[in-house]
């Protein structure tokens, strides 16, 4: 899997816990200054997409969440296939 599909399940999984919609969530991340369409929430939870400012949405989906900001960052590295154990 990429790091875009790991982020993007990951903001779904937080956004379904607090029982959110897109629209929500959308207007949720405008009151904290971050200009985002609901779309743009459908691509990242879809791994069509990632936020432009990968570190800047971790810290407002953060404080949407009440989650820590590494929740919403992946690092790359992790989930290169040639790194993965097990079968």
Known sequence: RKAMQIVGEKI???RKELGMTQDTLADSLKRLGVKVQKEY???WENGKGQPSQPGYIAEKLAIIFKKKKAFFLVDE???KPENKEGG
Do not use: E, M
């Open 77 to 79: 590295v992790l989930v």
């Open 41 to 43: 929430i459908s691509h």
């Open 12 to 14: 779904k999984q937080a």
